[in-house]
C-alpha cells in the first residue's frame, strides 16, 4: 500500500511489517521493519500520511506514527476473525473507527490519540464491520443482526444517537458507500446484497407511495427524524391526531448473486 500522496509505501510480510520512504532518491536505503509482533492482515494509511494503521491475525489493531515508526497505540478486538472492514479511517483524517473490546463501534480521535476511545455502542448486537462516506459525514456500522447503524458526523459528538436501518435477515460482515453517496450496501456470508437509500427526499417519496398517506407522528418518531413534524406527502391531508399502527418499514430487497456455472 502507498500513503495517497504516494510519499510512503508498506508491505506485510510472514513476520514483520517494513516502510519505505519514496520521496527519497534511494527507497530502498530507506527501509524501516515495524515492531509488530504479528503480520499484519489489513493496512491503512490515514489521508495526511501522518498514520499507519494495522489490524493483525490475533485481533490486535496498531497504530502506527509514520514519523517515527513507533506503534503509540493498540487496540484487542473481541475476536480474532479480522478483516480491514473493521476499521476505517475519516477521509478528513481526524477519526478512526474502530472496535471496543466489547463488540461496539468506537472513535478514536487522531489528534490526540492517547485519549480514550469514544464508544458509541451496538445497540444489543456485536459490529461486523465500518466504513465512512466518501467526505467523512456519516459512519456506518454493520451489525450481526443484520441492522446498519448510522452516524452524522456533522452533529458528532453534540448528537451521537444513531439512525438504525433495518431489513437484513443476516449478519453484516461488509459495508459500503457508494461513490454518489445515495446507497449504503452491506453484506454477509450469504449471496444476499442489501441496499438502503440515503437520499432524504427519495425515501420520502417512497415513503408516500408505500403508504399512501403522510406518515403519523408515530411513525415519524420510530423512523428516527429529528425535526419537528410535518407532511412528508404534500398531496394528502395532515391528520395530527392519527397515531397509526406503523405500516411495514421500507426495507431493501435482497439481491441474490447469481452462482456461475461451471
Excluded at 51 to 68: C, F, I, K, M, P
Excluded at 198 to 204: E, G, I, P, Q, S
Aim: charged share 20%; hydrophobic share 40%; proline share 8%.
Amino acid at each position: 500500500k502507498t500513503t495517497d500522496d504516494g510519499s510512503a509505501c508498506e508491505a506485510d510480510g510472514q513476520r514483520a511489517t517494513s516502510l519505505w520512504d519514496l520521496a527519497r532518491p534511494d527507497p530502498a536505503a530507506s527501509r524501516l521493519d515495524l515492531p509488530t509482533p504479528v503480520a499484519p492482515q489489513a493496512a491503512a494509511f490515514s489521508p495526511d500520511s501522518r498514520w499507519l494503521v494495522t489490524l493483525d491475525r490475533e485481533g490486535s489493531l496498531n497504530l502506527v506514527a509514520l514519523e517515527s515508526g513507533e506503534i503509540v497505540r493498540q487496540f484487542q478486538f473481541y475476536s480474532s476473525e479480522t478483516s480491514q472492514s473493521q476499521f476505517a479511517i475519516d477521509p478528513q483524517g481526524r477519526w478512526l473507527a474502530t472496535l471496543d473490546g466489547m463488540g461496539n463501534a468506537a472513535l478514536l480521535d487522531l489528534r490526540a490519540p492517547q485519549e480514550p476511545l469514544v464508544v458509541l455502542g451496538n445497540q444489543g448486537f456485536p459490529i461486523g464491520a465500518l466504513a465512512f462516506n466518501r467526505d467523512g459525514t456519516l459512519l456506518a456500522a454493520a451489525a450481526a443482526s443484520g441492522r446498519v447503524l448510522l452516524w452524522d458526523m456533522t452533529a458528532f459528538p453534540a448528537e451521537s444517537r444513531p439512525l438504525l436501518l433495518t431489513g437484513g435477515t443476516q449478519a453484516f460482515d461488509r459495508v459500503v458507500f457508494t461513490a454518489d453517496g445515495r446507497l449504503l450496501i452491506a453484506d454477509g456470508p450469504s449471496a444476499s446484497i442489501y441496499a438502503w437509500h440515503l437520499d432524504f427526499d427519495a425515501v420520502l417519496d417512497l415513503a408516500c407511495q408505500a403508504a399512501g398517506r403522510n406518515l403519523t407522528q408515530t411513525e415519524w418518531s420510530l423512523y428516527g427524524f429529528s425535526e419537528d413534524y410535518r407532511a412528508t406527502c404534500p398531496q394528502w391531508p395532515l391528520d395530527r391526531a392519527s397515531v397509526a399502527t406503523p405500516n411495514p418499514v421500507i426495507t431493501p430487497t435482497p439481491t441474490t448473486t447469481p452462482t456461475p456455472t461451471p
